[in-house]
Every structure is written in C-alpha cells, then in structure tokens.
C-alpha cells in the first residue's frame, strides 16, 4: 500500500477535522469522494506532512510522513486553494518551488516549462499569474506539482473552475499519469468526475470514512438525487436554449435536464441524469454553438443527502 492511516485524527481545537480514520490507499488512483467539510483536505495534508496528527498516524511508502523531509521530494501536492505570487509569471513560480526541490536554476527552468507544457499552460508561462483565469490558476498549480517527478501525487479539488474542455483534459492528464507509474490521490465532491478517472474510491463525511471500495457500488444511491450544475457563461441564455433545444425530432427534448433558471453571468441546471448532462455539455462546448462556457461547477447538495443516508444510526 502507498498510504496507510491507522486511527489517523485531527482536532483544531474543540473542532474535529479528521476523526479515527482507518484506511489503506494502494498504488494507482484513488478518488476521495465527500461534500465539503468532509475532512478530504485534512486528510491530505496529513498524507503530505504539512500538518501533525493529533492522534493514530499515516504511513506514506512505508515511512513515517511527519517530520521526514526525505519523503517530501517523492511527493507532489496541488492544493484547494490559491497561495500565489501574482507578480510572478508562471514559468518563475513553478520554477522557483522545483528549487525547492534542489534542482539548479537551470534544471528549474527547464523542469518548469515541461511541466506547464504537459497542463496546456506553456503559450502563457510567461504572463504574470495574477492575470490568469481561475482555470489557468489550477492548471499552474498542477504544473508545479509534477515538476520535480513525484512518485506520489496529491490532488485537492484539482478540476474545480475549469471549463468543460479543460476539465476533460485534465482528467486524460491524470489517467496517464497513473498509466505512466505515478499513484495519484484526487479529491471531489462531484462523482462524475471521480468516476471517470477511477472505480477505487474512499467516501466521506463528517470528518470520518464511511465506505471505501467500487464507485459502482455507491452509483444507484446518488444517481436517485438530482444534480444541480452552475454553469458561468458569456451567454447563459444561449447556453440554456442549447441545453433545451430537441436532440433529434424523434426523440423529444432533452431528459436530462428537469429545471433550469438564471443567475448573474450564469445559468443553474437541474440534471436528473448527470453523466449523459455532462457529456452533452462537453460537446456543446466544443462546438461553440452557445458561446463561450467559462466554468462548470456544482453546490452538489444532493451528496450531502446520500451520506445523510449513508451514516444514519
């Protein structure tokens, strides 16, 4: 196994943030699956040393992870959340953190490029990253996690922001990656974007596991929740009219949306069928037909209803 927790917990405080988690990880991809507030970046920032158990304690290639700075190079790490210096360009940034690593600066550099060129980033590495877009800003965070060539990576919420063609790409990034030798763990709160990277998946809730194994096994209780999709377009009108139009006269319209309704800059869609949605949505995409689609993203409140089901005495 790669990562193995044994009675792994993490307080802040009077607050729990990881609670007596068991659990081994294997080699290959293994989806994190949970609404937020789950305990998923908790966990993951216990896996990379960045934080100190409060009690129990996590393995990572058979080693102790806190306090083994041996262990941090054979690690790459994407986190949630943005810590950037956005005076800097994106080749200087991910350059900067692979010296880290102990690389020379031109080592860096030329680590650096091949990275943002492997995340469709290298054409605006020279751009400072305060210009970039929310997408842009999750692809250089992924650049600098495989620059140095981690055995190991961590992926927090890594396709959050991203628009549907970039996240179709990056999830065949992550597929490879993994068929190249490298384990990967990669956090969501959206199945669909967990099942199409792997079939081994970790649930949780409340700062607990509350299932672990087959994603197939889980599949009928979420897909009885509908799906609500926040969609931010230049056009949402257009995007909405497109979503609706009929596929094919025989065919009637669309089941798979059941409601649609508008906020500012963007459109909110209600999909009882979220795989054949998103698939749709994808291709629409591509074809431009209702303009440019900006970013996807989901509340995916009907999760927390599943793991209500889930955890009920």
Request: a negative charge; charged letters at 25%.
């Amino acid at each position: 196994m790669i990562i193995a927790a044994d009675h792994l917990s993490k307080w802040y405080g009077h607050v729990s943030g990881l609670n007596d988690v068991t659990v081994s990880l294997p080699e290959g991809i293994t989806g994190l699956l949970g609404p937020n507030g789950a305990g998923k970046s908790t966990f993951m920032k216990l896996v990379t040393g960045q934080l100190r158990p409060s009690a129990g304690s996590v393995r990572v290639f058979g080693e102790p992870i806190w306090g083994n700075p041996a262990q941090y190079r054979r690690l790459g790490f994407c986190p949630e959340h943005d810590a950037f210096y956005d005076h800097m360009t994106g080749v200087e940034w991910v350059a900067a953190l692979a010296r880290l690593h102990g690389m020379d600066d031109d080592a860096a550099t030329a680590a650096a490029k091949r990275a943002l060129e492997a995340v469709d980033l290298l054409d605006v590495g020279h751009r400072k990253i305060g210009s970039y877009s929310k997408g842009m800003r999750q692809r250089v965070k992924l650049a600098q996690a495989i620059a140095h060539d981690p055995q190991l990576l961590i992926l927090d919420e890594p396709l959050s922001g991203m628009d549907p063609l970039m996240r179709r790409r990056t999830i065949r990034l992550i597929k490879e990656w993994a068929s190249a030798g490298k384990s990967i763990v990669v956090s969501s709160h959206i199945l669909h974007e967990i099942e199409a990277m792997t079939a081994n998946i970790v649930l949780m809730h409340n700062g607990r596991v509350v299932a672990e194994g087959d994603v197939h096994q889980i599949r009928a209780l979420i897909d009885e929740h509908p799906h609500r999709v926040w969609i931010r377009a230049q056009d949402p009108q257009a995007v909405a009219r497109t979503l609706l139009a009929r596929l094919e006269p025989s065919r009637g319209v669309a089941d798979d949306v059941a409601s649609v309704r508008f906020e500012e800059g963007a459109v909110v869609v209600e999909t009882p069928k979220p795989d054949a949605f998103y698939a749709r949505l994808t291709e629409i995409a591509a074809s431009g037909e209702a303009g440019l689609i900006e970013e996807v993203t989901s509340p995916d409140d009907n999760l927390q209803a599943v793991f209500t089901y889930l955890v009920k005495p």
